[in-house]
C-alpha cells in the first residue's frame, strides 16, 4: 500500500463508527497486517509519534516508589541474582506478555521495566504500550545507573567503536516511498494481530532486536564507501553531526515525533533492507526499533547509539557523563 492509499484508510477508518450508523459503507479492499496495524496504531493515541515516547522514569523516581509500583525485572536470573531492587520480579522477557495480562493493571500506578542498560526494558515497554497498557515504563539506563556496582553492562553496550575514520559528514536524503513490508499473522481481528506480533517479538528477545556498530561497519565496502543497512538517525541535527564524527554513510536523519508519521516519511523505509535506529545513547531507538519490528521492518538499535560511535571519553560516553546513583539494591531469588 502507498502512501496515499494508507492516509485514505486511516481516514476511512477513522470515520466508520459515524457512517456505519446511517450509511453502511461497501466492504474495504483488504489489506494486510502491517497496514491494519499502522491505521489502528495511528488513529489509536498514536504513542509512537506522541510526547508520551518514549515513556521513560528516573531511578529516583522509582527509588521514591518502591511500594507503590509494579518493578518488574527482565535481566538473566543470575544478574538478578547479583542484584536487584527490593521488591522487583524477575520476569524473562518471553513471559513479560502473559504476565502483565494475569494482573489488574487498573490498580496499578505505574510497570516499571528494569533491565541491565534500559535499552532492552525501553523494546518491551514500547511493546506493551503499542498494546494499550498506557501506565507501562522503562527505567532510564537501567540497573547501570541504579548502583555503580552494576555500571560495566553500561560500559560494555557503549564501547568505542573502531570505525570513526569511515564516517562522513554527507548528508543523505530520505528515500522514495514504498509500500509497507508484506505480513501475515494468520489473526483476523486487529487485538489479535497485536498480540500475536507482540507475543513474537517478546519471545525473540533483545538480541534479535538489537546489534554494536561495529557489526554494522563491518559490512563497509571499501571501493563504494557503503554498508548493508539503511541506517536512521533518529534525533536532531546536532546528533546527525556528532561533532566531529558525522554519521554511518548512508545514514538519513529522522525528527522524533514527527517523521515516523503515516503522513510524513514512515514508508520512506525501504522494505527489503536491514534497518539499523540509533540515536543518543540507545534508551528512545529502542521504542522506535519495537514500533518497525511490530510493522514488519527488520530493524534493529544500535546498542548504546552515538555513545558508542564516538572517541570522546566525557561528551558522548555515558559512564562519566551520567553519574551512577548508589541506590539500595537486595541479592538472591
Not at 34 to 43: D, I, N
Not at 151 to 173: C, D, M, W, Y
Request: proline share 4%; with cysteine; charged share 20%.
Amino acid at each position: 500500500m502507498n502512501k496515499c492509499a494508507t492516509i485514505f484508510f486511516i481516514i476511512i477508518l477513522t470515520l466508520l463508527p459515524s457512517c456505519f450508523r446511517d450509511n453502511p459503507l461497501e466492504p474495504l479492499p483488504e489489506i494486510s497486517n502491517s497496514e491494519l496495524m499502522l491505521v489502528y496504531l495511528e488513529t489509536h493515541g498514536n504513542f509512537i509519534n506522541s510526547t508520551n515516547s518514549p515513556s521513560l522514569i528516573s531511578p529516583e523516581e522509582v527509588n521514591m516508589n518502591l511500594e507503590k509500583y509494579l518493578l518488574l525485572d527482565i535481566r538473566e536470573k543470575v544478574d538478578f541474582t547479583a542484584g536487584h531492587i527490593a521488591n522487583a520480579k524477575n520476569i524473562e522477557m518471553k513471559n513479560l506478555f502473559d504476565y502483565i495480562k494475569s494482573v489488574d493493571t487498573s490498580i496499578i500506578k505505574k510497570i516499571v521495566i528494569i533491565s541491565n542498560t534500559g535499552q532492552s526494558s525501553g523494546y518491551a515497554a514500547c511493546l506493551l504500550r503499542l498494546y494499550g497498557y498506557q501506565n507501562v515504563y522503562s527505567m532510564n539506563l537501567g540497573m547501570g545507573i541504579w548502583h555503580s556496582d552494576f555500571v560495566n553492562k553500561l560500559i560494555e553496550s557503549s564501547k568505542n567503536a573502531r570505525n570513526i575514520g569511515r564516517f562522513t559528514h554527507q548528508s543523505f536524503p530520505k528515500l522514495n516511498y514504498v509500500s509497507l513490508p508484506a505480513l501475515i499473522t494468520g489473526e483476523k481481528t486487529i487485538d489479535k494481530i497485536l498480540e500475536s506480533r507482540i507475543k513474537l517479538l517478546l519471545e525473540q528477545g533483545w538480541d534479535n532486536a538489537s546489534i554494536d556498530i561495529d557489526t554494522i561497519m563491518n559490512t563497509y565496502n571499501t571501493d563504494k564507501k557503503t554498508i548493508d543497512y539503511f541506517v536512521i538517525c533518529y534525533g536532531s541535527s546536532s546528533l546527525y553531526r556528532m561533532g566531529d564524527y558525522g554519521h554511518p554513510p548512508g545514514a538519513v536523519l529522522f525528527q522524533p515525533r514527527l517523521d515516523l508519521n503515516s503522513s510524513a516519511y514512515l514508508q520512506t523505509i525501504p522494505n527489503d533492507q536491514k534497518v539499523a535506529v540509533y540515536d543518543s545513547d540507545g534508551q528512545t531507538s529502542a521504542y522506535v526499533v519495537a514500533y518497525l519490528r511490530l510493522l514488519g521492518y527488520d530493524a534493529k538499535s544500535i546498542l548504546g547509539g552515538a555513545r558508542s560511535m564516538s572517541g570522546e571519553m566525557c561528551q558522548w560516553r555515558w559512564w562519566t557523563c551520567f553519574k551512577t546513583k548508589q541506590f539500595d539494591y537486595v541479592t538472591g531469588g
